[in-house]
């Protein structure tokens, strides 16, 4: 009785899995709701996409739109959409009618500015813009307030709107790779659970980091910081800390505190030998990593 209860879950479930579908055509006969047109080649896309009026997963990945196609915007039930790895310069206020995105991946791409129609995405939970050419991303950002990951690393962002901080969603905060020259204490949001900031221009980071109460993973290597703030040792739910490439010292008097982290890498900083010792002892529980630093 029990093989034909565990047979019958498994079919059930495996009946209720969308079919993924990868041309228009047969999406179309089957009014289907996930649909991959990655790796096609394309420029455009064919016009009876339009008739799709219950699609949510579209994929478009590694193609060559160099704008996007109007009748996307057709699709108002879209819940996932992937634009990565084309050739898009911009995003059109027409991103407003996609109102039931809740993923967008819109990765390596030529983009220079996130507009104030974005703001309008208010089911949106994942912004992937990573590895475009942004300079620029507008106040209604924080009208996302559902939005839980937030990347945009490999980009020239030297500064983000003060509304980052109605983020109160936000889990991970990928800034790597981009030009900061300051921490910003708006960042320092108490849901976020893992930020990197690598690969910028910082050289202090203000002691509002100690309010980021659930971060687990915080990565600030090779930046320009001499120091940590006193307050990161209130960042008990800390496991993962990555300083490598700074000009740092010494760490916090009170850097025992962290009893969960498990892992430091600290190399290629200027810590004495004494200190490392003073360090090792404090945090008995972590793997820490020195190098020739």
Same mark, same amino acid.
């Given at each position: 009785?029990? *093989?034909? @209860?565990?047979?019958?879950?498994?079919?059930?479930?495996?009946?209720?899995?969308?079919? *993924?579908?990868?041309? $228009?055509?047969?999406?179309?006969?089957?009014?289907?709701?996930?649909?991959?047109?990655? #790796?096609?080649? @394309?420029?455009?896309?064919?016009?009876? *996409?339009?008739?799709?009026?219950?699609?949510?997963?579209?994929?478009?990945?590694?193609?060559?739109?160099?704008?996007?196609? =109007? #009748?996307?915007?057709?699709?108002?039930?879209?819940?996932?959409?992937?634009?990565?790895?084309?050739? @898009?310069?911009?995003?059109?206020?027409? &991103?407003? =009618?996609?109102?039931?995105?809740? =993923?967008?991946?819109?990765?390596?791409?030529?983009?220079?500015?996130?507009?104030?129609? &974005?703001?309008?995405?208010?089911?949106?939970?994942?912004?992937?813009?990573?590895?475009?050419?942004?300079?620029? *991303?507008?106040?209604?950002?924080?009208?996302?307030?559902? @939005?839980?990951?937030?990347?945009?690393?490999?980009?020239?962002?030297?500064?983000?709107?003060?509304? &980052?901080?109605?983020?109160?969603?936000?889990?991970?905060?990928?800034?790597?790779?981009?030009?900061?020259?300051?921490?910003?204490?708006?960042?320092?949001? #108490?849901?976020?659970?893992?930020?990197? &900031?690598?690969?910028?221009?910082?050289?202090? $980071?203000?002691?509002?980091?100690?309010?980021?109460?659930?971060?687990?993973?915080?990565?600030?290597?090779?930046?320009?910081?001499?120091?940590?703030?006193?307050?990161?040792?209130?960042?008990?739910?800390?496991?993962?800390?990555?300083?490598?490439?700074?000009?740092?010292?010494?760490?916090?008097?009170?850097?025992?505190?962290?009893?969960?982290?498990?892992?430091?890498?600290?190399?290629?900083?200027?810590?004495?030998?004494?200190?490392?010792?003073?360090?090792?002892?404090?945090?008995?529980?972590? =793997?820490?990593?020195?190098?020739?630093?």
């Amino acid at each position: 009785m029990r *093989i034909l @209860l565990l047979l019958f879950i498994a079919v059930n479930t495996f009946a209720q899995t969308p079919v *993924i579908y990868y041309n $228009i055509r047969e999406a179309i006969q089957n009014n289907a709701t996930q649909l991959n047109l990655r #790796d096609r080649q @394309l420029f455009d896309l064919n016009d009876s *996409i339009v008739l799709l009026t219950n699609l949510r997963f579209l994929n478009l990945m590694r193609n060559n739109f160099e704008a996007w196609d =109007k #009748d996307l915007f057709s699709l108002s039930r879209l819940e996932v959409l992937n634009v990565q790895e084309n050739k @898009l310069r911009d995003i059109p206020t027409d &991103i407003a =009618k996609l109102n039931q995105l809740k =993923k967008l991946d819109m990765a390596d791409n030529n983009v220079s500015k996130i507009p104030a129609a &974005i703001g309008r995405l208010k089911k949106l939970q994942s912004l992937n813009a990573a590895q475009n050419t942004l300079i620029l *991303i507008d106040d209604a950002i924080g009208n996302c307030q559902r @939005l839980e990951v937030l990347e945009l690393e490999n980009n020239q962002l030297s500064h983000l709107p003060v509304s &980052i901080n109605r983020l109160n969603h936000l889990r991970v905060f990928n800034l790597s790779y981009n030009q900061f020259n300051e921490f910003d204490p708006v960042w320092a949001l #108490d849901n976020i659970q893992e930020m990197n &900031i690598s690969y910028n221009y910082i050289r202090q $980071i203000p002691e509002a980091l100690g309010q980021m109460s659930n971060l687990q993973t915080l990565i600030i290597n090779n930046n320009k910081l001499e120091k940590l703030p006193d307050s990161i040792t209130q960042l008990t739910k800390l496991q993962l800390l990555v300083i490598s490439g700074n000009k740092i010292r010494i760490l916090p008097a009170d850097i025992g505190r962290l009893q969960q982290l498990k892992t430091l890498i600290a190399t290629d900083n200027v810590f004495s030998t004494t200190e490392k010792e003073r360090i090792r002892r404090a945090l008995p529980q972590c =793997k820490v990593y020195f190098g020739k630093g």
